[in-house]
């Protein structure tokens, strides 16, 4: 099962930015939510949506030829994408088991943000935000911002994470419900 995608390329410079920020997060959760490179593309955003379909089939098929070795090629530098993640066959060798915790729901002037961790051996290996601000301009914030943010809080693995300008609330709530989650992993 696809439990995690990711982009490790996309476009970026001027409109590409919004582009892709716009993008990927929805093409990820597509791919964990159809197990499949047979997605829906992003309204605006065709070109990022068909390369994202073709880096997505490769891999597929690159897995598909290694079957016989169960090798995880996951680099967890990343914490885009969303999905539910289940702790098995990520590398670990049984010693010590991934552990998903939620935070606690953080309101900001915009909206509830709360985020998800999953700790391996004591080190954030993917975080993701599970809620939030939507509607109007919020939308456009939280895609700008949530997966930077999950992105620092794996590489900081804490919560002292830098706020993403322009999304100063979204960020607070976010290191907020982060700390959350990270007192409850006891870390």
């Known amino acids: 099962k696809i439990t995690k995608a990711e982009a490790i390329q996309a476009p970026k410079g001027g409109t590409s930015d919004q582009k892709t920020a716009l993008s990927i997060p929805k093409l990820a959760q597509e791919t964990v939510a159809a197990q499949s490179a047979k997605i829906d593309s992003v309204s605006g955003a065709t070109y990022t949506s068909n390369g994202y379909k073709q880096s997505l089939q490769s891999a597929l098929d690159k897995m598909k030829s290694s ?11 990343q914490g885009a994408g969303t999905g539910s993640s ?22 900001t002037q915009y909206g509830p943000v709360q985020v998800r961790i999953t700790v391996s051996n004591g080190k954030i290996t993917k975080a993701e935000a599970v809620q939030a601000p939507k ?37 607070g709530g976010y290191k907020q419900s982060l700390q959350s989650a990270l007192d409850q992993a006891g870390g």
Do not use: C, F, M, R
Request: aromatic letters at 2%; a positive charge.
């Open 86 to 107: 289940q702790s098995g066959g990520s590398g670990s060798s049984g010693a010590a088991q991934a552990k998903t915790v939620t935070g606690a729901v953080a309101q």
């Open 135 to 171: 509607g109007g301009l919020s939308d456009q914030k939280t895609a700008l911002s949530i997966p930077k943010l999950n992105q620092e809080a794996v590489a900081a693995g804490s919560a002292k994470i830098d706020s993403v300008s322009g999304a100063t609330y979204t960020s």
């Open 67 to 77: 079957a016989g070795s169960s090798q995880s090629g996951a680099s967890p530098s």
